[in-house]
């Protein structure tokens, strides 16, 4: 019996086989995946240090290890004991306008933390940002100012910082006609009722954390970074 040719594959070769990669893409390759290795090792080794007892490493390079880290890789555990989160904390801002005739405005108070709730709710897969910026963006400035707004080193002016700049990317430059010159942000703090089984008594009562205005600078604005 006579043998047969095998049929051609997709791409023409004979069986289906492909040919293998050229030395320059199979270089690319490689360097892309050390690199990508490279890039995961130095992830994962900025979070554990963050987290870490202190040592060597973290007295060292502790001021590059928050760089990096904070305020968008910072670990919190308030989710578990030995004290879980019994608040409902909500972010609200507003904002002071020139209008265009000259003169000024200011808007009622934005929830932006119920804009993100609206954002997740029914939200299979909602992003990290909607669920964790905002909040861990106010337990940043939280941690690093005093009871009279005072910025406690480095960290607090990021912080600060960072909030405004969250602030301008939910208003904008623009805003109800005119532009925005100052923005105030406070907290809403309403402790979360016991349950009707409970015994415990609590004061449900919202608490209101209000910052001093801000004036708005160019690197505030969204894309400043970017300029």
């Given at each position: 019996m006579a043998e047969t040719d095998p049929e051609p594959g997709p791409d023409g070769d004979a069986g289906g086989t492909r040919a293998p990669l050229s030395v320059p893409a199979q270089l690319v390759v490689a360097v892309g995946v050390a690199?990508?290795?490279?890039?995961?090792?130095?992830?994962?080794?900025?979070?554990?240090?963050?987290?870490?007892?202190?040592?060597?490493?973290?007295?060292?390079?502790?001021?590059?290890?928050?760089?990096?880290?904070?305020?968008?890789?910072?670990?919190?555990?308030?989710?578990f004991a030995p004290n879980p989160l019994q608040q409902n904390i909500a972010v609200q801002a507003r904002a002071e306008i020139r209008?265009?005739?000259?003169?000024?405005?200011?808007?009622?108070?934005?929830?932006?933390?119920?804009?993100?709730?609206?954002?997740?709710?029914?939200?299979?897969?909602?992003?990290?940002?909607?669920?964790?910026?905002?909040?861990?963006?106010?337990?940043?400035?939280?941690?690093?100012?005093?009871?009279q707004e005072r910025?406690?080193?480095?960290?607090?002016?990021?912080?600060?910082?960072?909030?405004?700049?969250?602030?301008?990317?939910?208003?904008?430059?623009?805003k109800d006609g005119g532009t925005v010159?100052?923005?105030?942000?406070?907290?809403?703090?309403t402790p979360v009722a016991p349950p009707p089984w409970s015994d415990e008594k609590i004061d449900t009562k919202t608490v209101y954390r209000v910052l001093p205005w801000w004036t708005v600078t160019a690197e505030d604005l969204p894309g400043a970074m970017s300029r």
């Open positions: 690199v990508a290795v490279v890039a995961a090792t130095l992830h994962l080794a900025a979070a554990f240090l963050s987290v870490s007892p202190p040592n060597t490493l973290t007295k060292r390079h502790g001021a590059a290890i928050d760089d990096y880290v904070y305020p968008e890789f910072e670990r919190v555990w308030k989710l209008t265009p005739d000259g003169g000024t405005a200011t808007t009622g108070w934005r929830d932006l933390s119920a804009q993100d709730g609206a954002a997740i709710r029914h939200n299979p897969l909602p992003s990290h940002t909607q669920q964790n910026e905002l909040r861990r963006a106010w337990e940043f400035y939280v941690g690093s100012h005093d009871a910025p406690q080193g480095a960290r607090g002016d990021l912080s600060g910082q960072y909030i405004r700049r969250i602030v301008m990317l939910r208003f904008g430059r623009e010159r100052r923005v105030q942000v406070r907290s809403a703090t």
